[in-house]
């Protein structure tokens, strides 16, 4: 049975930091790619940054430079690096494998960017 648990997110100030962690279960985590997504309340769910199982990673243009994705294959873990944070990265973030048969979700992780 596949699971991500993501974990890390929570309230900071405008220009601060943040870690988000998903740990993977269930998979052979080191052949997928990993996925960050985001929601905002009334908004779309849309990519933040995806990293290859090569170490490959590419990033929404309005995150570049600021957020880092990394993954750790011997805890089977996917990181997002979140710098220089603004009220508008407020959103729930989830992580996301598509492994078969239909790609699977974490339950997310709120991340609010608020003075």
């Known amino acids: 049975q596949v699971e991500l648990v993501e974990s890390g997110g929570g309230l900071v100030q405008p220009g601060g930091s943040l870690r988000l962690s998903c740990a993977a279960s269930g998979i052979i985590f080191s052949t997928y790619a990993m996925t960050w997504y985001r929601q905002a309340p009334g908004k779309q769910r849309e990519l933040v940054a995806f990293i290859t199982s090569g170490d490959s990673a590419n990033y929404a243009d309005s995150v570049k430079d600021r957020f880092t994705i990394s993954r750790d294959n011997a805890k089977n873990t996917v990181y997002l690096q979140m710098n220089s944070l603004k009220p508008e990265d407020t959103a729930v973030y989830y992580c996301?494998?598509?492994?078969?048969?239909?790609?699977?979700w974490g339950q997310g992780t709120q991340v609010t960017v608020s003075s």
């Open positions: 996301y494998c598509n492994a078969r048969p239909g790609g699977y």
